[in-house]
């Protein structure tokens, strides 16, 4: 079963800078699509960016779109979510996740639910 860890969480002033990177279990994430969801309290988690294992294309919710990149690197199994420009509305706890059945190298898109192995969250707090 794939285990996935998220890292680099902390707390950021606005408009700085964060790279989370999640890492799998065993070496084989390169074949998994993995997506970035946050849940920030008292709201909906929400999709923001994911990539997929196959052909490494890249997905971006509009929140985080042109701010956000992610990223991956076979060689190391980890995928990146790199964060610029970061927002006090960013605030919130971040997880990857992977897909499973027969497509999870594609993206299934931003439904928590199409997602079945997931990490523990790592937080992020953007504030002055």
């Known amino acids: 079963q794939l285990q996935l860890v998220e890292s680099g969480g902390g707390l950021v002033q606005p408009g700085g800078s964060l790279r989370l990177s999640c890492a799998g279990s065993r070496n084989t994430l390169d074949y998994y699509a993995i997506g970035w969801f946050r849940q920030a309290p008292g709201k909906e988690r929400e999709g923001v960016a994911c990539?997929?294992?196959?052909?490494?294309?890249?997905y971006y919710s509009d929140s985080v779109k042109g701010r956000f990149t992610i990223s991956r690197d076979n060689r190391k199994n980890t995928v990146w979510l790199q964060m610029n420009s970061l927002k006090t509305e960013d605030t919130a706890v971040y997880y990857c996740?992977?897909?499973?059945?027969?497509?999870?190298?594609?993206?299934?898109?931003?439904?928590?639910?199409?997602?079945?192995?997931r990490g523990q969250g790592t937080q992020v707090t953007v504030s002055s």
């Open positions: 996740a992977a897909p499973s059945g027969s497509e999870y190298f594609y993206c299934p898109g931003f439904t928590w639910d199409d997602y079945t192995y």
């Open positions: 990539i997929g294992g196959s052909n490494g294309k890249t």
